[in-house]
């Protein structure tokens, strides 16, 4: 799992788009990049760790030992180290209907001038759980989860619509969400 953005979101009633907004919640994202500026190196044990929790994230460090080969401490540090340099997260994934998000679109956004930074502004917005630049018909694609259909239309009209750079955009709302996995292993 090299790259990834994954969003947990609360369960609790109070946690509003107002409370999250007020916040002002920094970025859930793993950079592609170490903090240093380089690609981290994985070798095959941290590979097998990262499989490990992909499996189970709960899953204990010591099973994660026994399956790797490593005692229960050097699990601990290396996850420790693939969470600093941003190779994973471990986080709850829900199911945004049940936790009260009851619209999800993805968008296509064509932009005049800097793609970066539209990119960097649109990832700085709660609503945009994934932010790809692309080749192709878009510039851009954005995952946004929203609590309804007025919430979809104030992101897209009063906030993505806003940034300057964004030419057009081009809304899929999603119907139903039929496979949705993160278990796609580690070369």
Request: include cysteine.
């Amino acid at each position: 799992m090299h790259s990834d953005v994954v969003a947990s979101r609360s369960a609790d009633p109070k946690d509003s788009r107002e409370s999250r907004e007020s916040r002002r919640e920094s970025p859930r994202e793993i950079p592609r990049e170490s903090r240093n500026g380089s690609t981290p190196h994985l070798d095959a044990v941290s590979l097998a760790i990262i499989e490990q929790l992909q499996e189970d994230g709960r899953r204990p460090y010591a099973a994660i030992g026994k399956a790797v080969g490593l005692s229960e401490a050097a699990v601990r540090q290396r996850v420790q180290k693939l969470l600093d340099q941003g190779v994973m997260q471990i986080v709850a994934v829900t199911d945004p209907l049940t936790v009260g998000f009851r619209r999800q679109a993805m968008v296509g956004v064509n932009v005049e001038g800097d793609v970066e930074s539209v990119a960097d502004a649109l990832s700085a917005m709660s609503e945009c759980e994934y932010v790809v630049m692309t080749a192709g018909s878009f510039d851009l694609m954005v995952e946004i989860v929203c609590e309804d259909d007025d919430h979809l239309l104030d992101v897209i009209n009063k906030n993505i619509r806003a940034i300057p750079g964004v030419r057009s955009t081009e809304s899929f709302v999603y119907l139903k969400l039929k496979k949705q996995t993160y278990m796609w292993g580690t070369r």
